[in-house]
């Protein structure tokens, strides 16, 4: 599984849009609004890198609205959060 954060800069009143665009996206998992240089913060969790190539600069950047993306691929995960338990509620 590769995971991506791609950080993104909107026109300053399509954030909104955008970000629901980007969730229609497969592959995209979250997209966060956030403070800062940037406007939001997309997470994409794919099984193959190649994937990433077709999903950021043909989909993610060519969504209406986006201004500029930059992308980092993560090497590992570290996390506080049972994600199994997360995922799993309401379902015991």
Request: proline fraction near 4%.
């Amino acid at each position: 599984m590769v995971t991506a954060v791609v950080l993104v800069r909107t026109e300053r009143e399509r954030v909104q849009e955008a970000a629901q665009a980007m969730l229609g996206i497969e592959g995209v998992t979250e997209v966060y609004s956030v403070t800062g240089p940037y406007d939001l913060v997309v997470m994409v969790r794919i099984p193959n890198f190649e994937r990433l190539a077709e999903i950021v600069p043909e989909k993610l950047a060519q969504t209406p609205g986006v201004a500029r993306t930059e992308t980092m691929v993560a090497f590992r995960m570290y996390s506080n959060y049972d994600l199994d338990r997360i995922w799993s509620q309401g379902f015991e």
